[in-house]
């Protein structure tokens, strides 16, 4: 079964707009964290935002906001105030943690993210 | 802080053919894991390496293969190359104990012919 689902391949964003990335995850694991990666064009992995699933309050870095509901297992990426330079694929990916050791990170399929001018 | 680095950035090989790919971790971070990204598969975990022992491991075949050197750096190798090994391979490393990040380096794009 897919542990992380990202259902959007594409998705198309107004300049200074907001924009919401949709991530599910499937885990019986009660400790985990999640991840979003910003993928420009170049190949290089941008971290972007972390959310632990103990974590009480949403993740924010600057422009970046993750929105945790952990009942429905979803840790979708809001991006505010779009730029041009944020157009990259965007991968959401989790990590589990057992026994206090944590495994590999788990990735979506992506959404790649168009901001127009 | 210089970054993730890796080397080369850019290979071709044929088929049968075997490479070695490296990867340089952040100063002072002693886990590197590497990545396969291919269009069809996405991205897969290949494995990570943690103070010189292989901690963890992917589902691939056993023609790939790497170690880490007492420096952290880390290399994989990739034996009778297959025209389906090529990807983009990315390197990430994260501090210890810090399992929250992990640091990716630019990666090594593979094409096999």
């Known amino acids: 079964a897919q542990k992380i689902t990202q259902t959007q391949p594409g998705m198309f964003v107004q300049e200074k707009e907001a924009v919401t990335l949709d991530c599910t995850y499937d885990?019986?694991?009660?400790?985990?964290?999640l991840f979003w990666y910003k993928q420009p064009s170049s190949g290089e992995m941008i971290f972007l935002i972390y959310?632990?699933?103990?974590?009480?309050q949403n993740a924010t870095e600057g422009r970046y906001s993750l929105n945790f509901q952990k009942a429905r297992k979803s840790a979708n990426l809001v991006i505010s105030a779009s730029q041009l330079g944020d157009s990259a694929m965007y991968f959401c990916?989790?990590?589990?943690?057992?026994?206090?050791?944590?495994?590999?990170?788990?990735f979506g399929s992506g959404t790649q993210l168009t901001v127009l001018p | 802080k210089a970054g993730v680095t890796q080397t080369p950035r850019y290979l071709i090989k044929t088929r049968g053919q075997q490479v070695t790919l490296s990867c340089s971790p952040i100063?002072?971070?002693?886990?590197v894991s590497w990545y396969q990204q291919t269009p069809g598969q996405g991205l897969q975990f290949l494995f990570e390496?943690?103070?010189?022992?292989?901690?963890n491991k992917g589902n691939f075949p056993g023609r790939f293969s790497g170690r880490q050197f007492s420096n952290s750096r880390s290399e994989m190798n990739v034996s009778t190359l297959e025209l389906g090994d090529s990807a983009l391979y990315l390197c990430?490393?994260?501090?210890?104990?810090?399992?929250?990040?992990?640091?990716f380096g630019p990666g090594t794009r593979l094409l096999v012919l």
């Open positions: 990916a989790m990590r589990e943690i057992l026994s206090g050791s944590a495994r590999q990170l788990t």
């Open positions: 885990t019986s694991d009660p400790s985990y964290g």
């Open positions: 959310q632990g699933s103990y974590d009480q």
């Open positions: 100063s002072g971070h002693r886990s």
């Open positions: 390496y943690f103070s010189e022992t292989q901690r």
């Open positions: 990430a490393s994260q501090p210890t104990g810090r399992w929250e990040t992990q640091y």
